[in-house]
């Protein structure tokens, strides 16, 4: 027998909450959205990392999953240029609430492209854990 419909618990709706000055001018395209109960997903590789400095205002029991690859461009990163990306990132965020991906998905990236950018991420990822530790 196939459990009833009401056995999932309902869709919560989404709550947005942006300041006016983020709202307006500049920031008018960034909004951030919780990805799970625990962390925001954010993207900064398109942008050069502006706007890292606003992971200071995340609440302090949430983690960020940030983008530091470009995926609208077949150009790959070289680690170098990644890690400093992530340096860019946990400069306003530990480390240990930072996860690292890209900026939204690969698909439309040829498969040796998004390989390569794949790598680059690692690497970079590799310098920044040895600064660290």
């Known amino acids: 027998m196939v459990a009833a419909m009401s056995d999932e618990p309902p869709n919560p709706k989404l709550q947005v909450q942006i300041d ?15 990805h799970t109960e625990n962390e ?9 990392m502006e706007d890292a400095s606003l992971l200071r205002d995340l609440p302090k029991d949430k983690t960020v999953a940030v983008g530091v690859i470009d995926v ?6 070289a680690p170098e240029q990644v890690a400093e990306r992530v340096r860019k990132v946990i400069a306003h965020i530990e480390p240990e609430r930072v996860t690292l991906t890209t900026d939204c998905g690969m698909k439309q990236l040829p498969r ?3 390989r390569e950018k794949l790598r680059a991420l690692a690497a970079g990822a590799r310098i920044v854990r ?3 530790a």
């Open 130 to 132: 040895a600064e660290l």
């Open 112 to 114: 040796p492209c998004a």
């Open 40 to 48: 925001f997903v954010l993207d900064f590789a398109c942008r050069e």
């Open 20 to 34: 006016d000055d983020v709202s307006q001018g500049v920031y008018s395209n960034l909004v951030l959205l919780n």
């Open 72 to 77: 609208r461009t077949l150009e790959v990163e």
